[in-house]
């Protein structure tokens, strides 16, 4: 597990793939947060549960637990408000459609822009503050 | 005791036989650790500018001048690295990516390999020039929609679509119906509907193939990306093309595009001297359009001997808003009309 600590602003990033999960946490550190990369879904469960974040990012396809499984288990934990950000090589709509449905607050596909999840991770932590 | 020392000897046969296997098992697996090892400790120095370079964190150019002057050694490992993050992330990073694999050769290099006479070295240079999105790279790719691996061909087909050129649409058309086992339908349409409206021409030349998958491929095109201008090509394959598969994706097409003037074409072949499959699609089709001229060719077909049209004909109907209640409110409501009903009632488009 790698842990970045910046402004305090705590976001959990849980990504199987090793490029990905160094560049988001990487990308968002520079922008100051403090960023707990994970390379599964239990060990995103198990950083969510023992200190919540103010946002989680989580990879659908994982092994063990899915994104989707974790996203269930946010939704029904003592902190169910924490957005989570689905960030997903899955694109068809009914994918979209099962994330949403299960609350997610945003899906980004795939390959994606840094840049743009950068946006999207500020407006919503914006949103919530 | 022949037998018996025979029997000895195949034992001993068979049992070096498993031998020799479990030691290039284990061969194989050392060397692939090996190369593996080799690679990471080759990547390890330039793996930090790689991450800043693909976040879109090197404003200053840093990172991307210390991956560009890599040592010649480390140069494969960077480039397959730069490939697989290619997949990964789009806009600038993605682009200062390309140019990284540019100033290494690694795009000539994948050029050169597109001729190669292993399989996974033409696919992987497929895959690379498809991922650069480099437009020069098309004229070069073509040629690998007729590799004798379907494998090539697919990734060929593949890396086409990532370029989006729409010069690609004609050739990746024309592989789906060529005779070396052509191209799948599904990675072609795929391909061609990210090219946009560029390839309108190139439909209506494919509703002019000669292979009936090519035309197939190219009516679906028509309706998902709703190109209006081939509609006549598509009434008169609906028409009289020898295929169905043609004739009924044409139908489709005709009633994504929504056009009311196709309206007629539609409601004729619903008649019953035309192929059943072909009458229900079309039936379906109406219900797409919505034109209220159609209603009384649909609620006609509410009496089919055929329960399934007569269900379509009534969903149909369902989608005409107060004219298509009309007809259905005047019609038995038993058997397909009530079980159409019910289900747009479920489905919400019926109170």
């Known amino acids: 597990m790698a842990v970045s600590m910046q402004e305090g602003i705590r976001v959990l990033v849980a990504d199987d793939d090793p490029d990905i999960r160094e560049l988001v946490e990487f990308k968002l550190a520079q922008a100051g947060y403090a960023v707990t990369a994970v390379p599964d879904g239990a060990a995103a469960w198990a950083a969510f549960e023992s200190d919540p974040p103010a946002l989680a990012v989580l990879d659908v396809m994982m092994p063990g637990l899915s994104g989707f499984d974790v996203l269930r288990k946010i939704r029904e934990s003592d902190s169910p408000r924490v957005p989570v950000l689905m960030l997903s090589a899955k694109s068809r709509d009914s994918d979209v459609d099962t994330g949403f449905a299960i609350g997610a607050a945003d899906y980004v596909i795939k390959p994606f822009s840094p840049r743009e999840l950068l946006h999207r991770v500020n407006t919503m932590l914006a949103r919530t503050r | ?351």
């Open chain 2, 1 to 351: 005791m022949i037998a018996g020392s025979l029997l000895l000897a195949a034992t001993d046969g068979v049992g070096l036989g498993c031998g020799a296997l479990a030691a290039l098992a284990c061969l194989t697996r050392v060397g692939r650790r090996r190369r593996l090892t080799r690679r990471r400790r080759l990547l390890a120095p330039h793996r930090a500018d790689l991450i800043a370079v693909s976040a879109g964190e090197d404003s200053e150019g840093a990172s991307l001048r210390a991956l560009a002057t890599a040592p010649r050694r480390a140069q494969a490992a960077l480039a397959e690295n730069v490939t697989g993050m290619l997949g990964k992330v789009r806009g600038l990073p993605a682009e200062q990516l390309v140019d990284l694999l540019r100033e290494h050769d690694a795009l000539d290099r994948a050029r050169a390999d597109l001729g190669h006479r292993s399989r996974v070295r033409r696919a992987r240079a497929t895959q690379l020039l498809g991922l650069s999105r480099d437009s020069s790279a098309v004229e070069a790719l073509l040629p690998a929609l007729d590799d004798r691996s379907p494998e090539v061909r697919a990734s060929a087909a593949y890396a086409l679509g990532l370029i989006g050129d729409p010069r690609a649409a004609g050739p990746l058309l024309r592989a789906t119906g060529s005779p070396g086992g052509g191209l799948p339908a599904g990675l072609a349409a795929e391909a061609l509907l990210g090219m946009g409206v560029g390839i309108s021409d190139a439909l209506g030349q494919g509703l002019r193939d000669p292979d009936p998958r090519a035309r197939t491929v190219a009516a679906h095109l028509c309706g998902a990306g709703s190109f209006t201008r081939p509609r006549p090509i598509l009434r008169e394959l609906l028409a009289g093309d020898p295929d169905l598969t043609v004739r009924e994706t044409c139908a489709v097409a005709l009633g994504r595009i929504g056009r009311t003037e196709d309206a007629e074409a539609l409601a004729r072949h619903t008649e019953a001297e035309h192929p059943l499959p072909l009458r229900r699609v079309c039936a379906a089709a109406l219900g797409e359009l919505a034109d209220p001229t159609a209603a009384p060719t649909l609620a006609a077909l509410l009496h089919d001997p055929d329960p399934r049209l007569a269900e379509l004909a009534a969903a149909a109907l369902v989608r005409f808003g107060p004219a298509g209640r009309h007809a259905l409110d005047a019609a038995d409501h038993r058997g397909p009309v009530r079980s159409a009903l019910t289900l747009a009632r479920l489905q919400g488009a019926l109170p």
